[in-house]
């Protein structure tokens, strides 16, 4: 089973409302860590929205990259033309409450943004955290975007110049390259916070999620399979993430840490696949319901803003008695509605303006397009 080959149709990028319900969910679970709720261990689910992200990025990026390769078809010339225009439409997306934020923990006075502004300013934060050996306060959490930003780097050459043929080869080896990475982060003298902060320790999800859209080209769904097969599958799923966790109680310089990523990254694909086939029931309508869908069109709001939200507002909580400790349920309602103020508000006053940006460029690249033909 191979992707569908140049020159084929383009795939279809339908758009499905419980997608950004799932955004949410997987925002709502770095939010419910951050903001201090005293939650059982078992439900502090942070680093696998985390992951979920990536996944969903390797799966819209892979599926958008094949669409282009389509449209324009294999000449290098125009695979570098589209590189270009491809990178200043996530560049336009990233880009604007990214910058606004640093501008504010520099207006702040935040220590950790001033000292480490040439790493925040190029999305190499990681690099930054890596070489210090330590997180940085309130731009912590910035490891995440530049991993986006050099993932978005690498992919359109791995996806359009690489053979059809070995698209399922390379991205296995994209999956074991991320447990070797890891496991010689943790064997050697390698900061083992690398592991966890570095692309190379983060591939695999990404190309889980590109193998997710190569399946969906070929019409994979779960449905097909017969419902012992399903139930099967599922049990299988929840071995894995069963078995991730109880990984995390082993010491950081175990060997067998280093598979933990990817079996998290393994129960999310089951669980966005399900997602991909529509979930039925109570469920699936939660996540295709009006304020779930919005909440996660806005979703990268709240996350690039929610630990500003915390520093700023959380020594105003204090002076009126409130603590993140000794009042977590109040402090986070507070916190979560302040946050999602935030996020709507850049949305629609700074976010969307740029996405505009993103639409002149596809004119423009359609306007190449018909001149090269």
Not at 134 to 151: M, R
Not at 332 to 359: C, G, M, N, Q, W
């Amino acid at each position: 089973m191979e992707p569908a080959a140049p020159g084929s149709k383009p795939p279809q990028m339908r758009y499905q409302p419980q997608l950004d319900g799932l955004r949410f969910v997987a925002i709502f679970g770095v939010l419910l860590d951050h903001f201090g709720l005293d939650m059982p261990s078992e439900l502090h689910y942070g680093q696998l929205g985390v992951r979920l992200f990536f996944i969903l990025s390797g799966y819209f990026i892979t599926l958008s990259l094949w669409k282009e390769q389509v449209a324009l078809g294999t000449a290098a010339r125009s695979i570098v033309k589209f590189a270009g225009a491809f990178y200043l439409k996530r560049f336009c997306r990233i880009a604007p409450a990214y910058y606004f934020v640093l501008v504010l923990g520099l207006l702040l006075g935040y220590p950790e943004v001033r000292e480490g502004i040439f790493f925040h300013l190029t999305f190499t934060t990681n690099f930054y955290i890596v070489q210090t050996g330590e997180w940085p306060g309130v731009v912590s959490y910035f490891w995440t975007l530049a991993v986006q930003e050099q993932f978005y780097l690498l992919w359109p050459f791995v996806i359009l110049l690489f053979p059809r043929s070995r698209f399922y080869p390379a991205m296995v080896l994209f999956l074991l390259s991320a447990i070797l990475f890891r496991l010689i982060c943790i064997e050697t003298n390698i900061p083992v916070i690398a592991k966890w902060t570095m692309l190379p320790g983060c591939i695999d999800s990404f190309a889980a999620g590109a193998i997710v859209a190569g399946l969906r080209l070929q019409n994979f769904t779960l449905r097909a399979f017969s419902l012992p097969a399903r139930c099967l599958i599922a049990l299988l799923a929840f071995s894995c993430v069963i078995s991730a966790r109880a990984l995390g109680f082993l010491p950081e310089t175990s060997p067998f840490v280093a598979v933990s990523e990817t079996l998290d990254t393994t129960f999310l694909v089951w669980i966005f696949v399900n997602v991909l086939d529509g979930l039925p029931g109570p469920f699936g309508k939660f996540l295709a319901s009006r304020p779930l869908t919005y909440l996660g069109k806005i979703s990268y709001g709240l996350y690039i803003y929610h630990v500003f939200i915390i520093v700023i507002v959380d020594p105003l909580l204090q002076a009126r008695g409130l603590s993140i400790q000794a009042d977590p349920w109040t402090c986070a309602t507070i916190l979560s509605t302040l946050t999602i103020a935030a996020a709507i508000v850049s949305y629609h006053l700074l976010e969307r303006p740029f996405l505009r940006i993103k639409d002149h460029v596809l004119d423009w690249v359609k306007d190449r397009r018909t001149n090269l033909a």
